[in-house]
């Protein structure tokens, strides 16, 4: 098992930045890919970025490339999010995952997932 919580959700202006953070517990957090998706009102969920156990491959959504950095810290169980230049249509809820398969981009792929973190980009 292992238990993910995300934090550094909030509201921002368009433009702006924000970081996500999420701390992993239970078993070996290096031992897992992980994944950002994020889910707005009246929308499903959509992958956003994820990284590979080592952290060395990265991977990203085209809507995002460019905008958005994942990374990961596993001496400290942590993945990250770096979100630049935010626009009104990243505003959702934010969830990270831990799963088995490298870069994947579709959510089945993903055995673990944290309870999101709320993104609002004002206009």
């Known amino acids: 098992q292992v238990q993910l919580v995300e934090s550094g959700g909030g509201l921002v202006q368009a433009g702006g930045s924000l970081r996500l953070s999420c701390a992993a517990s239970?078993?070996?957090?290096?031992?897992?890919?992980m994944g950002w998706f994020r889910q707005a009102p009246g929308k499903e969920r959509e992958f956003v970025a994820a990284?590979?156990?080592?952290?060395?491959?990265?991977y990203y959504a085209d809507s995002v490339k460019g905008r958005f950095t994942i990374a990961r810290n596993n001496a400290k169980n942590t993945v990250f999010l770096q979100m630049n230049s935010l626009k009104p249509e990243d505003t959702a809820v934010y969830y990270c995952?831990?799963?088995?398969?490298?870069?994947?981009?579709?959510?089945?792929?993903?055995?673990?997932w944290g309870q999101g973190t709320q993104v609002t980009v004002s206009s």
């Open positions: 990284i590979s156990r080592g952290g060395g491959g990265t």
């Open positions: 239970g078993r070996t957090f290096s031992y897992y890919a």
């Open positions: 995952a831990a799963g088995g398969v490298e870069g994947s981009r579709r959510s089945a792929t993903y055995d673990y």
